[in-house]
């Protein structure tokens, strides 16, 4: 019995490495921001023609959020998120979460900062969706934030006139701080002093 022959699959050559991609993109991105990188140039840092980036990601934009979701997973971009996982108290928590952030923030083997902070500070208005998406992003972490402590204030960790969200609130704005202070320059010590003073604010009960 005569068979069709079958049509050949299109799809992406042997060599591409989708995590090797994204790694390269998320570096550009995160070094640029995102208004400041052309399709061309991440084309050329991740070793794949248009029409492969096209195939694999869709468009810059959906690349983008892929980006951000591999900086999420990865050490540098997980610290916090694993920090409220692991730790067993809210103080530890925090207290992790800003002294890792002074350490990873400057730290030469990567751009300096946040990738999720700073990368889209400035957009077009019509690139303003990736704007909101990271907006969006970050207000869901510092909801995290506010979960956290206030599991801590039913355990007794906080004072009751503790309000959670507003402590939130403040440790969202210091590790924003040290990320674009770390973009200006600033050394890991000082990310580090500055990080143990904003602890030294934790609300404790008056004796």
């Known amino acids: 019995m005569w068979r069709m022959a079958e049509t050949p699959k ?6 591409f490495d989708r995590a090797a991609a994204l790694t390269a993109a998320t570096r550009l991105f995160w070094e640029r921001g995102y208004e400041g990188v052309c399709i061309g140039e991440l084309t050329d ?3 794949i023609r248009s029409g492969s980036l096209y195939a694999a990601f869709g468009d810059k934009k959906s690349l983008f959020e892929e980006v951000v979701s591999h900086y999420g997973q990865s050490p ?8 409220l996982r692991e730790e067993p108290t809210a103080y530890g928590a925090f207290a992790r979460i800003l002294r890792e952030a002074a350490a990873i923030y400057p730290d030469p083997a990567h751009p300096a900062g946040c990738l999720a902070i700073s990368a889209a500070t400035n957009v077009t208005r019509q690139d303003a969706g990736v704007r909101a998406f990271l907006r969006d992003l970050r207000n869901k972490n510092v909801d995290e934030f506010e979960t956290r ?26 590790l ?16 580090a002093a500055a990080a143990e003073l904003a602890l030294s604010a934790w609300p404790t009960t008056p004796r």
């Open 176 to 191: 924003q701080g040290l990320s674009q202070r770390a973009q200006d320059g600033a050394t890991a010590n000082q990310l």
């Open 76 to 83: 540098v971009g997980d610290f916090a998120a694993a920090a």
């Open 10 to 15: 299109r799809g992406r050559p042997r060599s």
């Open 149 to 174: 402590l206030r599991e801590a204030q039913r355990a007794g960790e906080l004072p009751a006139e503790t309000s959670p969200r507003a402590l939130a609130d403040y440790f969202a704005t210091v």
């Open 45 to 47: 840092a991740m070793g």
